[in-house]
């Protein structure tokens, strides 16, 4: 169980502590060589370490800055790539009563206009970097004119500018520990307030549910600037007194195995990612190469961040059997960015469950649907019709409504919204207090939560209901050269509702001379289980699918660009377009665009 050694001082937060520098303290007083942190270069070796007495160190001795410099309370703009740096900035934050604002860095040219953005939303004080990034002019070019000003504090270089932080200012469990920007528009980025308060109640809801203990091992390659690899992969082992191993994730994307070999040298019992993480793996690793691991120790894989899909969780543990996963570690769970992270899943050890829904007009042959295991213990979970507000009972979809102290303050700056979407009531329940409106769509079974798709993004044809989810898994199982990710989305032509289907070929299956029936095939397949066919389906090159930093496809950016022309009928004349030297048996093929990763690197040979 957790360290005897809590303290057992009153909180406002039913943990033991008010804010989390006290844990990263407490740690530091009570397990202080204990190695803290692991960040693997390239995604290999040993790596370089932190203990909790070196991260308290480094932490504290840039916090003295912040509070030299009145970051106390205001927003830190957080501008890195993976690695050591990000981490103690971010905990020289919370020492120092800062607001944290990760950012969502892969390349200057890539996230230059989504970092500048940010900054806008946030109107930071102060910018922390690195050396490297801190010269880069793609980056400082981006930012607009009112921020030309914006001091940038080079964190990468020793500095005699203040000491140690030696008392860390005193704040309430209310006060903002990091805006988390969730996935959007350049545009119009959403930055979720997460209170101490939020983050160590979910640390608790998390720690109960996955069972984690101060002997968990984590490995994740999850991007820091993401709530499940911020808040699951680096402060919930954090919180713990446990070992986080780290390693970029564009090192995972280029070699899946690196993940599998970390978690088999380090005996990691907890470790995840997205769907599309368990896919790359059943897709890209040889079955030889799996002689090599043991992954007996890993207790905990979960899933989340975008649609489990149960066919793609069986390939995986299928496939790594022979290196001694078991099965029943797989984990699907549900959480976002408005609710800090985690909002159900598990229990641990029950491995893969799903449901198949009864056949509707909507779906004559009925769905699969993977359970996203039970609600947190201490929060508020309800289905309710959105547009009566009224509760719904088990087995009937409605939104999925959550409520309880992990539930973000709001959003920066945008009180209209705040109160929209954090302060929902349900009707005739007015002691029920205030819930989170997610925009995503379930139904309960028994204490199980089911996520079915999202509100805003239903196709309705002819009067019928279609989750876009749904028709995206009929698409990518037509045809054997199609891959996994498809976007469905409505449109209006002619006066009737109708929809789209953009569907992205397998790699290496480019020049399968069966693709000339493959749209035929993907509407015989969604006529076959809802009853309705795409008025048009069209053949994608692999990677084009627009997708946020999460790696969930963006279908209304997909859907812009299908009406703007961008995207047009499908036309199999791909192999002109792509190197003739690539091949299923590369790694990564050079366009990969997944949203962790660089447009251009050299291939490795596949794992």
């Known amino acids: 169980m957790f360290a005897d050694n809590r303290p057992q001082s009153s909180s406002e937060t039913g943990t033991g502590w008010v804010n989390f520098s006290e844990v990263l303290r407490h740690h530091a007083s009570h397990l202080p060589d204990k190695i803290a942190l692991r960040f693997l270069e390239r995604g290999e070796g040993e790596g ?18 912040l509070v030299a410099k009145g970051a106390e309370g205001r ?57 490297r990034l801190a010269t880069d002019k793609t980056l400082r070019g981006a930012f607009p004119a009112e921020l030309s000003g914006l001091p940038w504090i080079i964190t990468d270089e020793e500095s005699v500018e203040e000491g140690l932080l030696q008392t860390p200012p005193a704040f309430s469990s209310e006060a903002p520990a990091f805006l988390q920007y969730t996935s959007g528009s350049t545009a119009n980025p959403k930055g979720v307030i997460v209170t101490h308060g939020n983050l160590l109640a979910n640390m608790e809801m998390i720690r109960i549910a996955f069972g984690h203990d101060v002997k968990t091992r984590m490995v994740s390659w999850l991007p820091l600037f993401h709530d499940m690899g911020l808040v699951g992969g680096l402060l919930q082992p954090l919180y713990l007194g446990a070992l986080s191993v780290l390693m970029s994730p564009m090192d995972f994307i ?17 470790s995840g990612g997205p769907n599309f993480a368990y896919s790359l793996c059943a897709d890209r690793i040889r079955p030889e190469r799996l002689r090599e691991l043991d992954l007996r120790s890993w207790r905990v894989a979960f ?30 769970c549900y959480g976002m960015a408005e609710t800090t992270l985690f909002v159900s899943g598990g229990p641990a050890g029950r491995g893969l469950s799903s449901i198949h829904t009864p056949a509707t007009p909507s779906q004559p042959a009925g769905m699969e649907r993977v ?3 039970q609600g947190a213990i201490g929060q508020r979970l309800a289905i309710v019709d959105p547009e009566s507000r009224c509760r719904l009972p088990e087995g009937e979809v409605g939104e999925i409504w959550v409520g309880g102290p992990h539930v973000g303050a709001g959003y920066w700056q945008q009180e209209d919204m705040s109160e929209a979407t954090f302060r929902a009531k349900i009707s005739g329940e007015a002691d029920a207090g205030g819930f989170l409106r997610t925009g995503d769509l379930g139904l309960m079974q028994g204490q199980d939560l089911v996520v079915v798709g999202r509100l805003k993004e239903v196709i309705i044809v002819r009067g019928v209901k279609h989750h876009p989810e749904d028709i995206e898994i009929a698409a990518s199982r037509a045809h054997p050269a199609l891959g996994g990710a498809a976007a469905a989305f409505a449109i209006e032509r002619d006066g009737v509702d109708d929809f789209i289907v953009l569907q992205e070929v397998k790699r290496g299956h480019l020049n399968d001379p069966t693709l000339e029936s493959a749209p035929k095939a993907v509407s015989a397949a969604i006529c076959e289980t809802f009853g309705t066919t795409p008025s048009d389906v069209v053949l994608v090159k692999p990677g084009t699918l627009l997708r946020t930093t999460s790696n969930k496809i963006r279908r ?27 091949s299923a048996e590369r790694d990564v093929p050079l366009d ?9 690197f050299e291939a490795k040979q596949n794992d």
């Open 48 to 65: 370089k370490c932190l203990t909790y007495a070196e991260l308290d160190q480094h932490a504290r001795t840039l916090a003295g800055q």
């Open 75 to 131: 927003p830190v703009l957080l501008v890195y790539p993976a690695g050591l740096s990000f981490i103690i900035s971010f905990c020289a934050c919370l020492y120092a009563g800062a607001i944290a604002v990760p950012t969502p860095f892969i390349t200057p040219s890539r996230s230059a206009a989504r970092i500048a953005a940010i900054a806008l939303d946030a109107s930071p004080c102060l910018v922390l970097t690195c050396t």
């Open 254 to 270: 280029q070699r899946p195995l690196r993940w599998l070999q970390a978690i088999s040298h380090f005996r990691a019992t907890s």
């Open 303 to 332: 899933c989340g961040a975008e649609p489990v899909r149960a066919d793609d969780l069986r390939r995986f543990a299928d496939g790594l059997t022979p290196a001694g996963f078991d099965p029943k570690a797989l984990f699907p």
């Open 371 to 373: 359970i996203c295991g």
């Open 556 to 582: 209304a950016a997909c859907r812009k660009a299908y009406l703007s022309g961008e995207l047009t009928p499908s036309r199999l004349d791909w192999p002109a377009l792509v190197p003739q030297d690539q």
């Open 592 to 600: 990969v665009s997944l949203p962790y990763e660089p447009k251009h």
